[in-house]
């Protein structure tokens, strides 16, 4: 697991939801998940192939997706309904970009599919990989999220 590549993906996950939806996140304690399950209410996952190959998958708990959310349309949003499923796999496309141009800078180039949305109570998100699964969780004002990364070794 290479820093210089996982980082950036972390950096963009600040950057995107300060920048669009004017929410400050804070990382937690980064981990290596061990199961499927998803730790949050509605997921983002996405494919990433070139220099290196993996995943890396969004999951928000429902009241801090829906403050993103409402921050977005600058209108309440109480639910998760197909508009926030929408803003999740937007948001996966954002964050993954932006890691993207980071990582561009160093000399790596990565490019990614289109983000696979998926809600509901203890789904399941599943990366492609041969190396571990990097989970870091992040506090916002509304709720948690969190990032995780997964590239063959």
């Known amino acids: 697991m290479d820093v210089k590549i996982i980082n950036p993906f972390l950096e963009a996950a600040v950057n995107v939801l300060k920048t669009m ?9 980064p981990f290596i998940k061990k ?3 998803a730790m949050g209410d509605v997921s983002g996952i996405i494919g990433i192939t070139g220099d290196a190959q ?3 998958s969004l999951s928000f708990e429902a009241p801090c997706i829906c403050a993103i959310v409402t921050n977005l349309f600058g209108m309440p949003v109480n639910e998760i309904n197909e508009e926030v499923k929408d ?4 948001m996966t496309n954002m964050i993954c970009g932006d890691a993207r141009r980071r990582l561009e800078g160093i000399g790596i180039t990565l490019q990614a599919g289109t983000p696979t949305v998926v ?17 870091v969780p992040f506090e916002t004002p509304n709720g948690q ?3 995780e990364v997964a590239f063959n070794d």
């Open 119 to 135: 809600a509901g109570e203890n789904h399941s998100i599943t990366h492609i990989h041969t190396g571990p699964c990097l989970a």
């Open 87 to 90: 803003a999740v796999g937007e």
């Open 21 to 29: 939806a004017m929410i400050e996140a804070k990382p937690g304690k």
């Open 145 to 147: 999220f969190v990032v």
């Open 54 to 56: 993996g995943s890396m």
């Open 35 to 37: 199961d499927q399950t």
